[in-house]
């Protein structure tokens, strides 16, 4: 990267450097299925510009950003989902392990509230 820190995991997968189970892909955003899947239906949706985690979005990001939901909700709709949970976790203290931003979408059985 152009500041010299290492891509992550999710960044190598938008980059094609690194094979995932693809579902979705445009110029702004990838989606591919979780290999520790917590659901039926356990894709991640990730957008292509690096951003570390949510309270690093800034105002040039907002597009983006409501992207990755338009492309959670047609993911859904081709698993043939109409119940669905959308998670992003923001920080190590809420579970999130790549620090990419990224939106969870979890489906295809019951899903208990609260979450854990």
Known sequence: MADGSEKT??????????PA?????????VAFR????????????????????A???EEAD???VGHLFTVARRVAEAEGLTDYRLVV???EGAGQTVFHL???????RGLQWPPG
């Open 55 to 57: 309270d690093a979005i």
């Open 102 to 108: 990224h939106v969870h979408l979890l489906g295809g």
């Open 62 to 64: 907002e597009a983006l």
């Open 34 to 53: 979780d290999i520790a899947p917590q659901a039926p239906t356990h894709v991640l949706v990730v957008p292509r510009k690096p951003i570390p985690r």
């Open 89 to 91: 976790n923001n920080g």
């Open 21 to 29: 189970d693809l579902v979705y892909e445009d110029d702004r955003a």
């Open 9 to 18: 995991l999710f960044q190598k997968i938008a980059d094609g450097d690194l």
